[in-house]
């Protein structure tokens, strides 16, 4: 069964050229189709153009079965790639949500045994059916908000069973969900309380202990490190990321939120696919990240909620830098998984055009995953992938109606979902 979408208002994120990220002053730019028709089968794209085409067009196809969907004049987007997000979690966090109103900074809800280490404990104690359908109900809505792809850490374990325990149930959300889902071990994600005093002796674990048993059961398919001050030194994710490496995971890292704290600089050092939340970025990690194949990525949800100052993105992309954003969904820092937000947020707080924020928001962030050549634009061969609006009077309006759900349709793999 093929798809045909027709009276689209306008296409938005096209890529005749496909390329896999857009950087510096390109980020300013996005290819669109007016008043236009697309065709899906077998799960890609196979063809799109201008209405007055579309006799010609179907005639092509007129030996296939062919469902269509009326656009209403809503536009077609590609689906949202969400590259940093830590949504299998047993319980929220709105506690400490209070605390930080009474003043309590993240370093101190953490000392306290809060923070990632309340995350792991809950998480020790709740089955991995609860943690599966949890986390089934946050996948479906954030598809519902336009999300067609995610990328899903551990790091709530911190230790080897419950690091597998999460692995595991990620590895069945690829079998459960119509997203594209990618996955990464994050054993390095906090010290355990009982390794205080002695990192060095959890560091150990990560690397003897965990890294080989996530590789031989093939469980992930990047390692990240949370390389900041409070956490891991340089040194330890040096040592932990090219233990990863001989087993075949790529580096993505959680860098510079807390501090200059040399995680940039450690992840282009070692071809990281992306350095995540740099809000502590200054001249030196931008000189860094310029002749690299590294993505900078930024978490707006995260300043937001935690009254964080922000990365310096325009300043990043005048450098000539690629910038994506993504969600960082997890029930401390960012309990939010919707891109729609975070597209506004890229727009609000950081002063992006809608069209840059687009490009964040899509083609980057699909880059940030390996996925660049498959998912983030609408091209002819790549995953259908996408969904319809509402009428909407522009593209702008996407980032301008921050608290609404402009979606109306999704697609995903070629298959109508709602």
Request: glycine share 8%; hydrophobic share 40%; charged share 20%.
């Amino acid at each position: 069964m093929m798809i045909l979408i027709k009276n689209i208002k306008q296409i938005v994120q096209i890529s005749y050229n496909p390329m896999l990220k857009v950087c510096g002053k390109e980020m300013a730019n996005i290819e669109t189709l007016d008043n236009a028709y697309l065709i899906i089968g077998n799960g890609k794209i196979v063809d799109f153009g201008p209405m007055i085409n579309l006799s010609r067009a179907t005639n092509k196809f007129r030996n296939f079965a062919i469902r269509d969907i009326d656009a209403r004049g809503g536009m077609v987007f590609p689906s949202f790639c969400d590259s940093h997000t830590h949504l299998v979690y047993a319980d929220s966090r709105e506690k400490e949500f209070v605390d930080k109103i009474k003043g309590l900074s993240y370093e101190e809800i953490a000392k306290l045994g809060g923070g990632i280490l309340h995350s792991a404990e809950r998480l020790h104690r709740t089955s991995e059916k609860e943690l599966t359908e949890q986390a089934l109900e946050r996948l479906n809505e954030i598809m519902m908000l336009g999300t067609g792809a995610v990328e899903i850490k551990s790091g709530y374990g911190l230790t080897t069973e419950d690091e597998l325990k999460m692995l595991r149930i990620i590895k069945k959300l690829k079998e459960l969900s119509p997203l594209t889902i990618v996955s990464t071990f994050l054993g390095a994600h906090a010290v355990p309380s009982e390794y205080w005093g002695r990192q060095s002796d959890y560091v150990d674990l990560v690397i003897n202990e965990m890294i080989p048993q996530v590789a031989s059961e093939e469980l992930a398919d990047y390692i990240d490190v949370f390389c900041d001050r409070g956490f891991f030194t340089e040194e330890e994710t040096d040592r932990m990321l090219m233990a990863g490496m001989k087993y075949g995971l790529r580096p993505k890292i959680h860098a510079n939120e807390l501090d200059y704290s040399g995680g940039v600089q450690v992840g282009v050092k070692y071809n990281a696919l992306s350095v995540d939340h740099l809000e502590c970025t200054g001249d030196d990690e931008i000189q860094a990240l310029l002749p690299s194949e590294t993505m900078p990525t930024v978490l707006p949800g995260a300043a937001f909620f935690l009254n964080m100052p922000h990365a310096p993105v325009r300043k990043m992309i005048t450098a000539g830098l690629p910038v994506a954003f993504a969600s960082d969904y997890n029930p401390g820092s960012s309990p939010s998984g919707n891109m729609q937000l975070v597209l506004s947020m890229a727009c609000i707080m950081y002063g992006l055009t809608p069209e840059e924020a687009i490009n964040a928001t899509t083609i980057n962030t699909a880059y940030a995953m390996g996925l660049s050549e498959s998912h983030g634009s609408i091209a002819i061969g790549k995953t259908a992938n996408l969904f319809i609006t509402e009428p909407i009077p522009s593209y702008g309006f996407m980032p301008y109606a921050f608290g609404s759900n402009k979606v109306w349709k999704v697609i995903l793999n070629g298959n109508v979902i709602s």
